[in-house]
């Protein structure tokens, strides 16, 4: 797949020598593109790379992947290419966005399966074939440079997805993996952390034996598709570098660690969400975060000019019900493990969803002191809607405003979940299930519709606003006393004020001692700039939100 052998071999000594002395958050290199940025703080845009934007037709069916689907449960064409467009036009600048995540790319299984909701294709990513390759759909080795190249130029990470969990389902045209790699049985029933970790998720998707340490050949399938491909010699030989470098067993966690790090080191990708994490012992994530560094390293040793900072690499987890109210220890009934002392950086938190139904005083405080608390120094990340969960906090799409507001202005790291700015419907007719979740974009309705173009702004003049000041996803909340709910956050210099629900038209906001007499502010939310006098701003704005910060 990488055709970077010479690399490895001539400079890896150098490269790991170097992986130990970077750490998370220091200055930038060489980039002029941004200059607050802090990965705990950051606002994702996580979307599905299949039904986001259809930059390239000529890649919509490949693989013979012809069979009709159930709704939705098909490709429908979207692609990196298409990504790379909406990057272009500028239209995650425009939301705030740090970082972008989407769902793999590698590989996915050819045929289908019926899961009893009809024919269903791996669109969504999930179902790796092999993880050396990109997906023909997706688009190719080339479109994904490209895509990590024009987000660096505008200060945007990338944030690839990785399964070492599963392979994908057994098709007639997918053959199950040998029995040394994969187990096919018992089904995981989570009494346990064995009972979670060492068992299949669901009926039909093969579980990688990655607790095993005993060596194993490659599968014979993958054997004949390189040869057909022609690079079976290359991929042996990158095989070859890394299990004598390593010294790691030729286990099957192995391999798919050294795949799936492949990309950060050939194309400087900066994160990865992990999945399925608390169904895989939380050494291997460990060993995954170590080759992560390590290969990303090597990626910034030999492209110094693309550096945009000094920041290590970024690991996220998907630890399916972790809340932040656990603070740190997933319980399994009986043994805890906390997974930030295993490399993650930040874990999805499942609560968030049902905190925003409190009010804003109740949400803000509980997260900032938790963060600044039991969780200093790492994160979370809060989203209200995804791909997977069957319980949306808006599934109707009626409350867009509120979820801008709690989602954005929240402590900890922000997940906009593709259409969430754009009230994308999360229903369509003849669709079951999570089918619902993923629908295609609603580019449609954002060019005409003169509703969603407002509320894609408000969530635009947000996300800015909570880009350029990272005291709101990282710095301590307090409440400012005020007829209308007031808050600062404050991060070392970084200080804002947010007033919410204030009367339309003429406006007072008490700042507290947040800023001194005379200082000029600026409303991002109206534009308006505006002079501290007696510990308060007045201004007349038609919105009831005030986004105060110094102008400097």
């Known amino acids: 797949m990488m055709n970077f052998k010479q690399l ?45 934007n259809n930059g390239d037709m000529s890649n919509d069916v490949v693989y013979d992947r012809t069979a009709e689907t159930s709704r939705l449960r098909g490709f429908e064409g979207g692609d990196i290419q298409g990504i790379i467009q909406k990057l272009d ?156 470098r390593t010294g790691y067993p030729r286990a099957p966690r192995y391999y798919i660690i050294k795949w799936l790090t492949d990309y950060i080191r050939e194309y400087g990708v900066d994160g990865y969400r992990a999945d399925t994490v608390k169904h895989i012992s939380e050494t291997v994530w460990a060993d995954f975060k170590t080759e992560c560094e390590a290969s990303f390293q090597i990626w910034k040793t030999s492209n110094p000019s693309e550096i945009i900072s000094k920041d290590g690499f970024y690991l996220l987890g998907e630890v399916y019900n972790f809340n932040i109210s656990q603070a740190t220890a997933f319980d399994f009934g009986d043994k805890k493990v906390n997974y930030y002392d295993f490399g993650f950086d930040s874990m999805i938190n499942f609560e968030f969803k049902y905190n925003a139904k409190d009010s804003y005083e109740a949400l803000f405080s509980k997260y900032s002191t938790i963060l600044n608390g039991d969780l200093k120094g790492v994160s979370v990340l809060n989203y209200l809607n995804s791909h997977d969960d069957g319980s949306p906090f808006d599934a109707e799409r009626t409350k867009g405003y509120e979820s801008a507001i709690k989602l954005l202005l929240s402590p900890g790291m922000a997940q906009i979940y593709y259409g969430d700015e754009s009230n994308r419907p999360l229903k369509e007719e003849g669709a079951i299930g999570d ?17 969603t173009q407002k509320m894609l702004i408000h969530w635009q003049k947000l996300g800015r606003f909570r880009k350029s000041h990272p005291a709101i996803g990282a710095g301590v909340h307090q409440q400012i006393p005020s007829e209308n709910y007031t808050f600062s956050r404050v991060l070392n210099k970084d200080r804002i004020v947010v007033a919410l629900d204030v009367p339309i038209g003429f406006k007072e906001v008490s700042v507290g001692t947040i800023f001194k007499e005379g200082t000029l502010l600026k409303d991002a939310y109206s534009g308006q700039e505006l002079v501290v006098k007696n510990g308060k701003v007045t201004l007349n704005s038609a919105f009831r939100i005030v986004l105060l910060a110094e102008v400097l």
């Open 89 to 244: 036009t500028g239209y995650f600048t425009d939301l705030g966005v740090d970082v972008i995540w989407f769902t793999p790319v590698v590989e996915q299984i050819h045929g289908f399966v019926d899961e009893g909701t009809g024919a269903t294709y791996g669109y969504h990513g999930y179902w790796a074939k092999d993880w050396t390759a990109l997906d023909a759909a997706f688009g190719t080795e080339a479109d994904l440079s490209m895509l990590v190249k024009k987000a660096h130029e505008k200060g945007i990470r990338i944030m690839l997805d990785g399964v070492i969990n599963h392979t994908g389902p057994v098709t007639e045209k997918d053959p199950v993996w040998p029995s040394d790699w994969v187990r096919t049985e018992p089904a995981c029933n989570y009494q346990t952390y064995e009972t979670t970790t060492a068992c299949t998720l669901v009926k039909n998707l093969p579980d990688v034996l990655t607790e095993s340490d005993i060596e194993v050949e490659l599968p014979k399938h993958l054997v004949e598709k390189w040869k057909k491909e022609g690079r079976y010699d290359q991929e042996v030989a990158e095989l070859d570098v890394f299990f004598k």
């Open 435 to 451: 089918a619902n979740l993923r629908t295609n974009m609603n580019w449609e309705a954002i060019s005409s519709d003169v509703p």
């Open 8 to 52: 490895l071999v001539l400079s890896v000594s150098v490269f790991f020598i170097a992986c130990s002395c970077e750490k998370k958050g220091e200055v930038l290199v060489n980039s002029n593109t941004e200059t607050a940025f802090n990965w705990n703080a950051s606002t994702v845009y996580f979307l599905l790379t299949d039904r986001f």
